[in-house]
C-alpha cells in the first residue's frame, strides 16, 4: 500500500473510531440530561449527531481520490475489498456519501437556523413547533438525494474511463477496472478531437454546488447573527447564567462546524499535492 491510501485509510479510521462514541455519549447526554425547555432543539441535536456518526463510517469505507485539474472526478478504490466484482453497487455507495456530505450541510444551517430564531425570540420558533420540524428534517435528505442523483448520472462512461485511465495509473497507481468513480472533465473531446463544454454534467456539478454554498452562506449569515446577539446578552439585561447557557450552546454549534469542515477538507482537498508532498516530486503546478 502506498502512502496516500495508507494516510487515507488511517485519517478515516481515526475519524470514524472518534466520532461514533463521541456522538453516542453526545446522544446520550442529549436525552438524559439536557433540559426540557431546551424543546425541539434536543431532536436536532440528536438528528445532527446520527448525521455525523453516518458521514464518518462513509467517509471510512469510500477513501475517495479527487481530481480537480481541469475537471472534478471523485474516485472510489474498490481493489481488495467486497465490492470489487460489484462497481454498480458500489456507484450507488459513492452516491449516498455524496448525499450525507450533503445533507449534513443542510442540517448544520438548519442548526443555526434555530440557534438564530430562539435567541431573537420573537416568536419564530413556531417555525420548527410540530409538523413542521419533520419538514425541517426532511430537508436535508431532499437535497442529499439530489445531489446523489447528480452524483450517480455523473458515474463512469467508456470515453471517460479512457481518458481517466492513464491518470489515475500515474498518480496513484490506480487500475480504473478495479474502481468506481463519478465526476466529469469540464471539456469533452469528439471523435474528430474538436473540444466543447460538457454542459450536461457541469450542470449537475452546478446543482450540487449551488446547494453547498447555499448552506455555506446560511451558516455564515445567521452564524454572525446570533453572535452578535450572544455578545449583547448582557446589555439587554440578560442574568450570568442565561447569557452562558446561550454563549456555550453557540460554541459548541460552532465547533461542530469547524469539525465537519476539517472532514470536508481533508476528504476533498486535492490528492495530487499530497502526492506530490509525500513523494517530493515538486510538481504543484495546477
Not at 494516510?7 to 455519549?25: A, D, H, Q, T
Not at 487500475?175 to 478531437?193: L, Q, V
Not at 450536461?200 to 446543482?207: A, D, G, N, V
Amino acid at each position: 500500500m502506498d502512502a496516500v491510501p495508507k494516510i487515507k485509510w488511517f485519517i478515516g479510521l481515526v475519524s470514524m473510531l472518534l466520532s461514533i462514541p463521541s456522538n453516542c455519549i453526545l446522544i446520550f447526554l442529549v436525552i438524559t440530561k439536557s433540559p426540557e425547555k431546551m424543546g425541539n432543539y434536543r431532536h436536532l441535536m440528536c438528528y445532527f449527531s446520527i448525521m455525523s456518526m453516518v458521514v464518518a463510517v462513509l467517509n471510512g469505507t469510500t477513501q475517495l481520490y479527487i481530481l480537480s485539474e481541469n475537471r472534478f472526478v471523485m474516485v472510489m478504490n474498490l481493489e481488495d475489498t467486497f465490492l470489487e466484482n460489484h462497481p454498480k453497487v458500489a456507484l450507488w455507495i459513492l452516491g449516498l456519501t455524496c448525499a450525507s456530505f450533503q445533507a449534513i450541510f443542510v442540517v448544520t444551517s438548519i442548526n443555526f437556523i434555530f440557534r438564530y430564531f430562539a435567541l431573537e425570540r420573537q416568536g419564530r420558533l413556531k417555525y420548527f413547533a410540530g409538523k413542521r420540524l419533520l419538514l425541517w428534517i426532511t430537508a436535508p435528505w431532499v437535497m442529499g438525494a439530489m445531489s446523489m442523483i447528480s452524483t450517480i448520472l455523473m458515474g463512469p462512461t467508456e470515453s471517460m474511463t479512457e481518458r481517466l485511465r492513464p491518470d489515475l495509473l500515474r498518480r496513484f497507481n490506480l487500475n480504473i477496472d478495479k474502481t468506481t468513480y463519478s465526476g466529469c472533465f469540464y471539456y469533452t473531446i469528439d471523435e474528430f478531437g474538436n473540444s466543447y463544454i460538457n454542459w450536461r454534467e457541469l450542470w449537475y456539478l452546478s446543482l450540487v454546488n449551488v446547494m453547498i454554498w447555499v448552506s455555506l452562506y446560511s451558516i455564515l449569515y445567521f452564524g454572525y447573527k446570533s453572535y452578535k446577539i450572544v455578545k449583547g446578552l448582557i446589555a439587554q439585561g440578560e442574568n450570568e447564567y442565561s447569557r452562558n447557557l446561550q454563549t456555550q450552546l453557540y460554541k459548541a454549534l460552532v465547533a461542530q462546524v469547524i469539525d465537519k469542515g476539517y472532514r470536508s477538507v481533508t476528504i476533498h482537498s486535492d490528492s495530487q499535492f499530497v502526492q506530490d508532498a509525500i513523494t517530493g516530486s515538486g510538481n504543484f503546478q495546477r
